[in-house]
C-alpha cells in the first residue's frame, strides 16, 4: 500500500508540473501560473501522516527545482515546499476539513511557499527583484492556487484518503 | 448530571485532541533534516559557480521531463489555437491598418536610414560577414515555460543536441533576438530570455556604432522591455534607434542579430552614465516558433534552414 501510494502521489506530481508548465503558460496572468506541485503537496498534508507530506513536498520542490525551464539555484522550491508541507500538516483538523478550512490552508501554504522562494531569491541575489514585484507575484500566485482549489483538491483527497484507510476513517 | 454531562463533553475533546495529537505528531527531526538538505543543495549549487555539481542532476530530469513536455505541448497546441479561428472582420481590418501603418513606417526608415546602412554594411562585412553568413537555424518550438513564482524567464524547446543544438548557441525568432541556450538534453533545451533579470547582452546602437549592455528588466511587458547602459559615457542614445547584438562568433550571442528600438533615455547624474530603455522586437509573452543559429554544415534530425534561405 506504502509503495503504491508513493507511486501515485509521485505521478501526481509529474503531471501536475507537466500542466503547469505546458498549459498554463497559455492562461497565465503576466507569467504567473497556479502552482500545481503546491496543490498536490497540501492535498497530501490534509489527508496522510505528515512525515510522508513533509517528503513529498521536498521532492516535489526538488523536481521543480531541477525540471527542465527551471534555472534558479537548485533547492529553493525544495525548502519552500517543505515548510508549506509542514504548515499545511498542522493547520489539519481532526474531523475531514471543511471546505473553507481547505481553501484556507492552500492559501496559506501557498502565500508561505511563494514568499519563502522569493525570500531565498532575494538572500541569495539569485535574481534581483523589487519587493513590489514579489508581493505582485506572490499575491497573484495565492489568488491562482485558491481558484483551482475547487477542482484539483477534492479528487486527489479522496484518492489519498483511499490510498491510505488508517487515517481515512473519521 | 449537566456537570457529568459537560465532562462528558470535555472528556471527547480530549480523546478528540489527543488523536489529533498523534495523527499530527510533528516530525521535527524529518523537517530540520529535509529543511537542511534543500539548504545543503543550495550552498551546492551556489558555490559550484562554473560547473555546479547539480548539472548532471538536472540533465537526467530534463531527458525525463523533455520528451513528456513536448509531447503536453503538441497535444494542447490545437486548443490554445482555437480563439484565433474567431476573429471579427473588424479585428482583421484593424490589423490590416496596423500593419500598413508599419509598413509604411518602415519604408520610411529604409529610405533614411540608407547612408547608414551603407556605413554598417561597410564594416560589418569588413569584420563579420564571413562568418555571419555561415550559419544555419534549426527551427523548433517552445513547448513550457518557466512560471514567474520561480523569478527566472526560461523555456524549454523541443530541439536538443540531437537537432544539432549545444550550450551558449544564439536563439532567435522572425523578430529578433530571443535569448541563449543554457543546457541542453538530447530532445529539449533550456533557453535563457533576454528579459531574464540575469541575462546582459552585448549591445551596438544601429547608428553611432556606440558598444554598451542590454540587460533584462525582469517583465515579461514589452513596454517596459530592456536597459542598455553604453559603455562610453559621454554619447547620448537617440530615441528610435535600433540596438542590435555586439557579439562574437565564440561568445554565445551572434553578431548583428537585432535586439529592439530605444524608447526612452535617462541621464542619470550621480553614476555620469546613460541609461536607455530598449523595446524588444520580440514579443515574449507570445513566443512559439523560434530558431537556434547553429554553425552551417551541422547535423541535425530535422531539416536546416541555411543562410541563403534555403531547407536542408
Redesign the interface.
Known amino acids: 500500500m506504502s509503495y503504491l501510494r508513493w507511486g501515485v502521489a509521485l505521478a501526481a506530481v509529474?503531471v501536475a508540473?507537466?500542466?503547469?508548465?505546458?498549459?498554463?503558460?497559455?492562461v497565465?496572468w503576466?507569467?504567473?501560473?497556479p502552482?500545481l506541485c503546491l496543490l498536490v503537496v497540501v492535498a497530501a498534508a490534509l489527508t496522510v501522516?505528515?512525515?510522508f507530506a513533509?517528503?513529498l513536498?521536498?521532492a516535489a520542490?526538488?523536481?521543480?527545482?531541477?525540471?527542465?525551464?527551471?534555472?534558479?539555484?537548485?533547492?529553493?522550491?525544495?525548502?519552500a515546499l517543505?515548510?508549506a508541507a509542514?504548515v499545511a500538516?498542522?493547520v489539519?483538523?481532526?474531523q475531514k476539513p471543511t471546505a473553507l478550512a481547505v481553501v484556507g490552508t492552500v492559501a496559506a501554504a501557498s502565500f508561505v511557499a511563494?514568499s519563502l522562494?522569493?525570500l531565498?531569491?532575494v538572500l541569495?541575489q539569485?535574481?534581483?527583484?523589487s519587493v513590489a514585484?514579489l508581493l505582485e507575484?506572490v499575491l497573484v500566485?495565492v489568488a491562482w492556487d485558491v481558484l483551482l482549489t475547487p477542482f484539483v483538491l477534492p479528487p486527489l483527497m479522496k484518492l489519498f484518503a483511499r490510498l491510505s484507510p488508517q487515517?481515512a476513517s473519521t | 448530571m449537566g456537570a457529568f454531562g459537560g465532562r462528558e463533553v470535555r472528556e471527547r475533546r480530549w480523546t478528540g485532541l489527543d488523536k489529533l495529537e498523534s495523527r499530527n505528531r510533528a516530525p521535527r527531526s524529518l523537517l530540520v533534516a529535509l529543511v537542511l538538505a534543500s539548504v545543503t543543495l543550495i550552498t551546492l549549487d551556489v558555490s559550484g559557480d562554473g560547473a555546479s555539481p547539480l548539472e548532471p542532476a538536472r540533465r537526467v530530469v530534463g531527458e525525463a521531463f523533455g520528451p513528456a513536455e513536448a509531447g503536453v505541448a503538441a497535444a494542447v497546441r490545437p486548443f490554445t489555437a482555437v480563439p484565433t479561428w474567431f476573429r471579427s472582420k473588424g479585428d482583421l481590418a484593424d490589423q490590416v491598418r496596423d500593419l500598413e501603418a508599419s509598413n509604411a513606417e518602415l519604408k520610411g526608415q529604409v529610405e533614411l536610414a540608407g547612408f547608414e546602412r551603407n556605413r554598417l554594411e561597410q564594416y560589418d562585412g569588413l569584420t563579420t560577414a564571413a562568418e555571419d553568413l555561415g550559419s544555419a537555424l534549426v527551427p523548433a518550438r517552445v513547448v513550457a515555460l518557466g512560471s514567474r513564482q520561480s523569478q527566472s524567464f526560461t523555456v524549454t524547446i523541443d530541439a536538443g543536441s540531437e537537432a544539432g543544438v549545444g550550450p551558449d548557441m544564439t536563439v532567435v525568432n522572425n523578430d529578433g533576438l530571443v535569448g541563449r541556450v543554457l543546457r541542453v538534453t538530447r530532445t529539449t533545451a533550456t533557453v535563457l530570455l533576454v528579459i531574464d533579470p540575469d541575462s546582459t547582452v552585448g549591445g551596438r546602437v544601429g547608428s553611432s556604432m556606440e558598444i554598451g549592455f542590454v540587460t533584462g528588466s525582469g517583465s515579461l511587458d514589452q513596454k517596459s522591455g530592456l536597459d542598455l547602459r553604453l559603455v562610453d559615457d559621454a554619447s547620448v542614445p537617440a530615441r528610435d534607434d535600433t540596438v542590435v547584438t555586439w557579439g562574437s562568433t565564440t561568445g554565445p550571442y551572434a553578431p548583428g542579430v537585432p535586439i529592439g528600438t530605444i524608447t526612452e533615455v535617462y541621464s542619470s547624474l550621480r553614476e555620469a552614465s546613460q541609461r536607455a530603455v530598449v523595446k524588444p522586437f520580440v514579443d515574449f509573452s507570445a513566443l512559439d516558433v523560434v530558431g537556434v543559429m547553429v554553425p552551417s554544415g551541422s547535423r541535425s534530425d530535422r531539416a536546416v534552414i541555411e543562410a541563403d534561405g534555403s531547407l536542408r
Open positions: 509529474v508540473l507537466v500542466v503547469q508548465v505546458t498549459l498554463f503558460p497559455h497565465a503576466h507569467g504567473i501560473v502552482n501522516e505528515a512525515p513533509l517528503v513536498g521536498f520542490g526538488l523536481t521543480l527545482d531541477l525540471a527542465p525551464p527551471a534555472d534558479h539555484v537548485a533547492g529553493r522550491w525544495a525548502l517543505t515548510i509542514f500538516a498542522r489539519r483538523q481532526d511563494t522562494f522569493a531565498s531569491g541569495l539569485d535574481p534581483a527583484m514585484g507575484v500566485a487515517w
